[in-house]
């Protein structure tokens, strides 16, 4: 089995700006953009939490809890990992190609932040649950890619013929390698064009009444 791991640097935008519906905190639920991913049996989502009223005060959270939980000097505000398992059954001693199984299971790591008052939701409610979208959005296809890798491969060792099999390395243990490299590259490009989720729609403009600020954390 491997295990890959995407990294999801965040980049807030912070613009004085007002508006925003104001929502009594007893009612607020967490609005999960994870939620369908979650309902997957093989997908496993975990949250940290967040604290704040203002979006500086959640940019800080985000700051100290991603770097705490990567234990590292680049923060991963969200991370998804997996792991590849592959088997195919034996008659006696040929193996059985075609009905060889490929699968995958996913761990996604991510940010969690639920307004503690009507004033927080009225400043930064709507703000963060955009940007919440946007990062899920990203992790999503971090999991899509994989899993069109895990289906080639599943495909391509199921067309194995045995007559073809060469001496030295088996022709399964090639596939293997090459979708596990065609997958890791996929995914750096995959951040590399985002670039890590800081694609337009990872750029996001945030309400908050103390000012005007740019900053970016890896």
Request: include cysteine.
């Amino acid at each position: 089995m491997s295990s890959l791991f995407s990294r999801a640097i965040f980049f807030f935008s912070i613009v004085l700006a007002c508006g925003g519906c104001s929502v009594v905190a007893e009612e607020f639920s967490f609005a999960d953009p994870l939620a369908s991913a979650r309902s997957a049996p093989h997908i496993e989502v975990t949250y940290y939490d967040l604290t704040g009223l203002t979006i500086s005060a959640i940019r800080r959270s985000l700051r100290q809890e991603s770097l705490r939980i990567a234990r590292a000097e680049r923060s991963e505000v969200a991370k998804t990992s997996w792991q590849f398992s592959w088997k195919w059954p034996r008659q006696g001693d040929r193996p059985l190609f075609e009905k060889a199984v490929v699968s995958v299971r996913f761990s996604v790591l991510f940010p969690r932040w639920i307004p503690p008052t009507p004033e927080a939701e009225r400043v930064a409610g709507a703000s963060w649950r955009a940007f919440a979208e946007a990062l899920a959005a990203h992790e999503q296809e971090h999991i899509e890619i994989t899993e069109r890798v895990v289906a080639d491969l599943q495909r391509e060792l199921r067309g194995i013929a045995l007559k073809n099999r060469e001496q030295g390395v088996a022709p399964e243990k090639q596939m293997i390698q090459v979708a596990l490299k065609r997958l890791r590259e996929a995914q750096q490009e995959f951040d590399r064009v985002t670039p890590f989720g800081l694609g337009t729609s990872g750029k996001l403009y945030l309400q908050d009444g103390e000012g005007t600020d740019s900053s970016s954390e890896s």
